[in-house]
Nanobody
Framework: QVQLVESGGGLVQAGASLRLSCAAS????????MGWFRQAPGKEREFVAR?????GSTYYADSVKGRFTISRDNVVYLQMNSLKPEDTAVYYC????????????????WGQGTQVTVSS
């Protein structure tokens, strides 16, 4: 069974940093595009960042650009710096073999999410 598992969430104060991790079980996703999404209560799931399988190219939502960094080896990471209360959400790791994923619906594999709460 293919599974993605996120970890590293928690409750922090504004300005703090967290590093989220996404590990795969059942198979590897070395050839997949990996993405991070987040969903706050009452809101739609939104794109945060993605990283390609080979080139390592990255793309970020404007809301996190300059603060968050996605990286990967055998684990996918999301380094989150200068956290803001508006970053509070459940963060999800996702994978897809589509060439140029843009939306959550284009990702085929998902983790269960990890809660990130940022207090003011």
């Amino acid at each position: 069974q293919v599974q993605l598992v996120e970890s590293g969430g928690g409750l922090v104060q504004a300005g703090a940093s967290l590093r989220l991790s996404c590990a795969a079980s059942g198979r590897t996703f070395s050839n997949a595009v990996m993405g991070w999404f987040r969903q706050a209560p009452g809101k739609e799931r939104e794109f945060v960042a993605r990283i390609s399988s080979s080139s390592g190219s990255t793309y970020y939502a404007d809301s996190v650009k300059g603060r968050f960094t996605i990286s990967r080896d055998n684990v996918v990471y999301l380094q989150m710096n200068s956290l803001k209360p508006e970053d509070t959400a459940v963060y999800y790791c996702a994978a897809t073999y589509r060439a140029h994923p843009r939306r959550a619906s284009e990702y085929d594999y998902w983790g269960q999410g990890t809660q990130v709460t940022v207090s003011s």
